[in-house]
């Protein structure tokens, strides 16, 4: 089976992110199989400029994983006394003000952010292990298919932490509060029925239809019109925060746009 990004030219490659773009599709790969896609910062920043280098044909954005595993979560040596060469170890950020690591940090979620801006429809395609950070980055996509060994798991809790890298957010609207603080609390394992089940995830298939449920899926959601897909998802997901009648006027004035748009009629 051909892999998504398979003979395309990369857009970007480096510190473990790839970023290939094939017309309407970019995919976006973690390279680092011999260490489970495990995450650090230069990964997060290769992240961000992944999503500031998608063309503006890019209407669906592709997130999978080379290996065995999704991604193992935050590398360890992030919390070893010499961190990574280059960045300061995550002690040492412990020991700043909390003006900077609260900068520091909101850096680090931007990877984690652009994944569900107006403009694309992202999914994640999930295999093996997505662990603590990985679990967040798999959150911070529109959608998740994922294959029938996967491993869910959100652990900074039991290692004293908790989970910042924006998934809380997602988690608690897919599979609402108390699972999701059981899921945090305990640390456990979501397997794929489970994940499919509660709305973690979309779609669960065998390991080996992986890229191909993604690719169908893929052409999918490119059958509708661009700007029809972009006012549905802004829609749909201000639908939370707003009142039902709220959300009744917001349908309104996204269907006169759109009549507008397609009647050839000005504001």
Not at 41 to 60: F, H, K, Q
Not at 95 to 106: E, P, S
Not at 171 to 185: D, S, W
């Amino acid at each position: 089976m051909a892999s998504l990004d398979k003979d395309l030219d990369p857009v970007l490659d480096k510190d473990g992110v790839r970023l290939t773009v094939d017309d309407a599709i970019a995919t976006v790969t973690l390279t680092n199989a011999a260490k489970r896609n495990a995450q650090s910062p230069a990964l997060w920043r290769a992240l961000t400029e992944a999503g500031r280098s998608l063309p503006g044909t890019v209407r669906v954005v592709v997130l999978r994983a080379e290996g065995k595993s999704f991604s193992a979560g935050l590398d360890r040596q992030a919390f070893t006394p010499e961190g990574f060469d280059g960045e300061p170890s995550f002690i040492d950020l412990a020991r700043g003000t909390d003006a900077d690591l609260d900068a520091t940090i909101a850096e680090y979620q931007e990877a984690f952010t652009w994944w569900r801006r107006s403009d694309v429809v992202s999914i994640a395609a999930v295999q093996g292990h997505a662990i603590g950070a990985g679990f967040q980055l798999a959150l911070a996509c529109d959608l998740r298919v994922v294959a029938d060994d996967v491993q869910f798991a959100m652990r900074e809790t039991s290692l004293g932490l908790v989970p910042d890298l924006t998934g809380t957010h997602p988690l608690v609207g897919l599979v609402g509060y108390a699972r999701a603080l059981e899921i945090c609390a305990t640390g456990r394992f979501v397997a794929a029925e489970e994940a499919e089940r509660t709305g973690l995830a979309n779609l669960a298939v065998a390991a080996g239809e992986l890229d191909d449920a993604v690719r169908d899926l893929a052409a999918a959601l490119l059958a509708a019109p661009r700007d029809a897909v972009i006012e549905t998802k802004a829609l749909l997901r201000g639908a939370r925060e707003r009142t039902y009648e709220e959300q009744r006027r917001a349908e309104r004035a996204a269907q006169a746009r759109r009549l507008r748009d397609l009647a050839g009629v000005g504001d």
